[in-house]
Structure formats: structure tokens, C-alpha cells
């Protein structure tokens, strides 16, 4: 069993800033990818962000430039910075862990969310 609890979220600005936290608990030897998803109201789940055990990264397009994921030393930590924030940017982030084992992913675990909310 995986627990992943995310923290960070609230209430900004536009062009402001806020990092979100990922902590995995449980069987985090079982995991080798880690990343961050979102979901506005009324629309689909989209990845934000992912990284590799090996630190490699992606990025959504709406991504790009404002945003940079990262682990923490002890690895089960993943963290997301986000910079210029955008009122497009409003959704709940949600952590999400697997291993990745020749493209299929064993151990798919996610947390509970936090909200971002960009507004004036």
C-alpha cells in the first residue's frame, strides 16, 4: 500500500507563487515515478508534471516555463513550484505515484488533492 498526502495548496494572486508538497508513505520502494495532475471543474484530469527516479522530467505545455517539479532527498518527497500563476491555473492538484514497468503502470496511487485557486 502506497499513502501519498499532498500540501501547498490555497489562495494566490495572479502572477503569484505557491509549491505544493507530495509525501508518499507505505510501499515507496514499489514506485519509480512520481508527478502531479489537476482538475478544473467541469473538465478531465491532465498531467501537470512527472519525474523519474533518474530525475528525468516532463511537462505539460500549459506547464512549461512556470512550472518545475522536484524530489526531495529522501525521494518520496516531490514538490511543485509554480510560478506565474494564471487564473486557468484554478484546480485541485493531485499527487500521483506508480512504478513504471515496460510502460505499464504497476502500483497507480493517488492523493486526495489540494486546491489551487488563482483569483484577484
Known amino acids: 500500500q502506497l499513502q501519498l498526502v499532498e500540501s501547498g495548496g490555497g489562495l494566490v494572486q495572479p502572477g503569484g507563487s505557491l509549491r505544493l508538497s507530495c509525501v508518499a508513505s507505505?510501499?515507496?520502494?514499489?514506485?519509480?515515478?512520481m508527478g502531479w495532475y489537476r482538475q478544473a471543474p467541469g473538465k478531465q484530469r491532465e498531467l501537470v508534471a512527472f519525474?523519474?527516479?533518474?530525475?528525468?522530467?516532463n511537462y505539460a505545455d500549459s506547464a512549461k516555463g512556470r512550472f518545475t517539479i522536484s524530489r526531495g532527498n529522501a525521494k518520496n518527497t516531490v514538490y511543485l513550484q509554480m510560478n506565474s500563476l494564471k487564473p486557468e491555473d484554478t484546480a485541485v492538484y493531485y499527487c500521483?505515484?506508480?512504478?513504471?514497468?515496460?510502460?505499464?503502470?504497476?502500483?497507480?496511487?493517488w492523493g486526495q488533492g489540494t486546491q489551487v485557486t488563482v483569483s484577484s
Open positions: 500521483n505515484a506508480y512504478r513504471d514497468t515496460l510502460g505499464f503502470k504497476m502500483n497507480d496511487s
Open positions: 519525474i523519474t527516479s533518474g530525475g528525468s522530467t
Open positions: 507505505g510501499s515507496i520502494f514499489s514506485i519509480n515515478v
